[in-house]
Nanobody, 115 residues
Framework: QVQLVESGGGLVQPGGSLRLSCAAS????????TGWYRQAPGKERELVAT???????TYDDSVKGRFTISRDNAKNTVYLQMNSLKPEDTAVYYC?????????WGQGTQVTVSS
């Protein structure tokens, strides 16, 4: 069974940084399109960043220049480096991957940006 396990969330002050990890099992992220989504209280889930099998990345305008998505093929893990965090980045962050018509989600990790 495919599993995605997120980690790295926590409480950080505005302007701070966090790195989220999405470790996969029973699926090779190198050949998949993987994305980070987030959902704030009372809001819909939104796409933050994606990385395709070839390495191409895309970002939502709200995080461009602050967040970086990357992949370590040897560790079968996708990362989201988040810098210059703002209170509006507070949300549960989810990892998602798509492969052969199937879609998989992780359990989510909470990111709270507050002083």
């Amino acid at each position: 069974q495919v599993q995605l396990v997120e980690s790295g969330g926590g409480l950080v002050q505005p302007g701070g940084s966090l790195r989220l990890s999405c470790a996969a099992s029973r699926i090779n992220l190198r050949f998949s399109t993987t994305g980070w989504y987030r959902q704030a209280p009372g809001k819909e889930r939104e796409l933050v960043a994606t990385i395709r099998s070839g390495g191409m990345t895309t970002y939502d305008d709200s995080v461009k220049g602050r967040f970086t998505i990357s992949r370590d093929n040897a560790k079968n893990t996708v990362y989201l480096q988040m810098n210059s965090l703002k209170p509006e980045d507070t949300a549960v962050y989810y990892c998602n991957t798509k492969d052969l018509g199937f879609e998989y989600w992780g359990q989510g990790t909470q990111v709270t940006v507050s002083s």
